[in-house]
């Protein structure tokens, strides 16, 4: 339960095995590489080397394909809108797969069924707009080739506003006697005209038609009258339609039986690519290579297996990390731990000195979880759910790892649930009799003790967690940390819960205990005796002064806990006020004394860190709430059942739909309960995780352990046989 112990490892090989030997490393994905060595050049494949822009242009024809027939393809898998869908190969199809004559027909295919798309949809576009533009001429009976002036007639063909018509009749009538409008059928809130004016005229006739909103047509290559063209164009789009139908009907049957196959290409290509990439690590010389990476302890001969092929050409060494590396991290955990670790890697992992959190987190995640949750039938719907998506949906590993989260938690929340007799929030008298026992803990009637558990939960945490920060500074070997500023934390505190035991009984041990608390804790955090003990390069007269000063403060600290004469106070003054006149050893403890003030000072936010505790019971009391409203509206819709059961005929028909409906509202009522609690019952119990818990002793900033491996996202790789799709299988 721990952060894993990794081991540096390097690899020197000749120059003849560095291919073979970076397709081995891929394959095993056991070592994360470092970059090369210093001095040395690199294996990097510049961007204008013919490999680089092979996998360059094999990458883009992938993806193209891939995101081609993904407009196609229908996922087999339920909820695919929410959970992308996976595809399982063998580790061994996989490395078969290359951008090669699979790839080369498969993109010939997508391109020419493109490219037929693309110029069917711009010719249907652009007759759908003809056929548009046609409407309102649909009634000339005058062939469109003929729409031409005379020598000595204009013709203009335009639409206008049916609302402006008169107006601009009557403009054009004061141009000109020499004008004559024919108008035809409207399409919309416009009307078609043909405009004729005696060229004598004809400035005057555009200027005029320019000032209106007359929109002038023009149909260039149309010939035949509107009617018959526009008809030409709806039956040219009706083929179209058949064509395109054609075409969507091939592009589903590849995407049918080629989409995982474009998928699994189009990442093997990536894998590919990762590889050349990854030659950046690889240093080398004129007939050598090296490559250094991280390797997790434990994991030697799974390198030395996948690299045996090739031992007579290669050294491979390990060695321990120096104290100034810092290797990546994995976490290692148990199975029934390693849920928890989703919470961890939200916050951030921890750098591989330093403290694993998880195993600390984990009992109090856990239940603070259930107490937000805290009903018997909600944890065992969210149970069941968590399981059913882990199981029946093929998701990522991740998503399992949280919904084993969920599980855990949900059989945690049935617990609490059972403690506070809550089942789906149902009164007592509506449980059968086994079920009306009286509870460890009723949140409504005794919310007052309820805020008290959460607060002793509070204390619990946030001062184990500086507990923990002690015991990581003696592991460290720092105890004079641990007892300076952790420790000393957990004195106060006691001290205070101490001195509030006693106070109404005994005042004086109260007060006493309460000093000794307050005084004592300022000297351990200002480090006051390494302050008035240090400093062998000052003159004795100097340090002594300062062990006169300590002894003083000493000597008031239990003169005031005893109710001691205040000479004791004069005499402290009067060693402090000569002794920043005259000694360094004085001035050093006096300053330090007053930091461990301010530092005491500032432990009062350790109040507000408790207090956030009991919003614990505010989510465990509104989920209650909720789910009692939707009991109360459940058996309003109830109510009348009873009574149309009594009347028989019709009124049993009535019956049953009404209990359907009271169903309804309480399986709605409760399912919705369940989906906005769980997530203040996630979010909150995790912010007390990573604000008030951690940053009592948890920093993170670990880079997490990446393995070169091969680069997939949707395919899910497997040794051997590859498994079938599904999330059992996954």
Sequence with gaps: MAVARMRRVEVIGHRPVLDDVLEALQRAGAVELQTAPEGLDTEAVAPEDERRRTLDEYAADARFVRDFLARYHTPSQPFAVFVSEKFHLSVEEFERLEGGTALLHLYRLCDDIADRLASLQRERG?????????????????????????????????????????????????????????????????????????RCCVDEVRAALASTQFAEVAFGDLCDYPAEESSHARDRIAAIETELAALDSQARTIARDHFAEAVAIAEAIDSDAAAATALASFGRTERAFVVRGWVRAGHEDELHAALATWSDALDVSFSEPAEDDSPPVELDNPRWLRPFEVLTDLYGRPAYRELDPTPLLAPFFLLFFAICISDVGYGAMLAVGAYLIKRRLDVAAGVKRFMDLMMIGGVASMVVGVAFRSYFAMDASWLPAFLRYK????????????????????????????????????????????????????????????????????PGVGRALLVVGLLGTMLMQGRTLEAALNGKDRPLWDRAFGWVWLTAMLGWVVSLAAGGPGVVLWALLSVTLVGLIASKAVRRCVVSFLGGAYAVYGMSAFLGDILSYTRLAALGLSGALVGMVFNILTGLVWGPVAGL??????????????????????????????????????????????????????????????????????????AGVARQEGGAGS
Excluded at 463 to 492: H, K, M, N, P
């Design 126 to 198: 652009r007759l759908v707009t003809l056929v548009r533009d046609l409407e309102p001429w649909l009634s000339v009976r005058l062939q469109i080739a003929q729409w031409r002036g005379t020598a000595h007639v204009v013709l203009h063909a335009g639409t206008v506003p049916s609302g402006d018509a008169a107006r601009i009749r009557a403009a054009l009538r004061e141009v000109s006697p020499y004008v004559s409008v024919a108008q035809y059928g409207g399409a919309g809130a416009r009307e078609a005209w043909i405009v004729l004016s005696h």
């Design 439 to 506: 509870p460890l803990l009723d949140p409504l009637n005794e919310l007052q003790t309820f805020l008290i558990v959460t607060i002793v939960l509070g204390v619990t945490q946030v001062f184990f967690g500086v507990a923990v920060s002690a015991y990581d500074a003696f592991r460290r070997g720092d105890a004079a940390t641990a007892i300076s500023e952790q420790l000393s934390t957990i004195f106060l505190f006691a001290m205070i819960g101490a001195a509030t035991v006693v106070w109404s009984g005994n």
């Design 645 to 718: 059961w009594r009347a028989g005929g019709l009124g049993w028909l009535g019956a049953v739909l009404v209990a359907v409906m009271a169903a309804a509202v309480f399986i709605f009522g409760h399912v919705f309960n369940v989906v906005i609690n769980l997530l203040g019952a996630f979010v909150h119990p995790a912010r007390l995780q990573f604000v008030e818990f951690f940053s009592k002793f948890y920093e993170g900033g670990g880079r997490p352990f990446a393995p070169f491996r091969f680069a997939t996202r949707s395919v899910v790789l497997h």
